[in-house]
């Protein structure tokens, strides 16, 4: 799999959604992730559970079972790996860009680029989480809706 993927057979989000989402990250608690994972530890990374409206929906799209929550960036994420042991693939949606650029290194310092994605907003797209991967955002907030499933199930 290439570390971005477009996913244009799946719609785009009914307006009614994208205000949900915007709704509950006004009002949502923030989450941390349980298990082996370093976002939990950023001070600037926020996991909100999504509605059961949206849950809803997702469950319309993807045949498999996952976990839909929204994660609300508001600086820059460090090169990190997602918990592998909940995914090493992430279904993404994002609602607000804050601008901000998903880049691929080859080791945890911020220098060791060698690949580097500006992501359309309102397009889904399937990210590979298993690689070493950082987020710049220059006018926060980012806001995504992301879809987390065990890996043995993709």
Not at 46 to 54: C, T
Not at 71 to 85: A, K, R, T
Not at 97 to 118: A, L, M, P, Q
Request: negative net charge.
């Amino acid at each position: 799999m290439n570390n971005l993927e477009y996913l244009d057979h799946l719609p785009t989000m009914p307006v009614e959604l994208v205000d949900d989402i915007l709704t509950t990250v006004e009002i949502g608690e923030r989450y941390s992730s349980k298990g082996n994972t370093e976002a939990s530890s950023y001070k600037h990374f926020a996991s909100i559970d999504a509605s059961d409206k949206l849950k809803e929906f997702t469950n319309s799209l993807f045949n498999f079972k996952h976990d839909a929550h929204i994660f609300v960036l508001s600086d820059h994420i460090p090169p990190h790996i997602d918990n592998l042991e909940v995914r090493d693939v992430a279904f993404n949606y994002v609602i607000k860009s804050g601008n901000g650029v998903t880049r691929f290194h080859t080791d945890k310092t911020d220098d060791s680029i060698y690949e580097e994605h500006t992501i359309d907003v309102g397009r889904w797209h399937r990210l590979n989480v298993a690689n070493l991967h950082s987020v710049t955002i220059p006018n926060p907030p980012r806001v995504v809706l992301t879809m987390s499933t065990l890996k043995g199930r993709l």
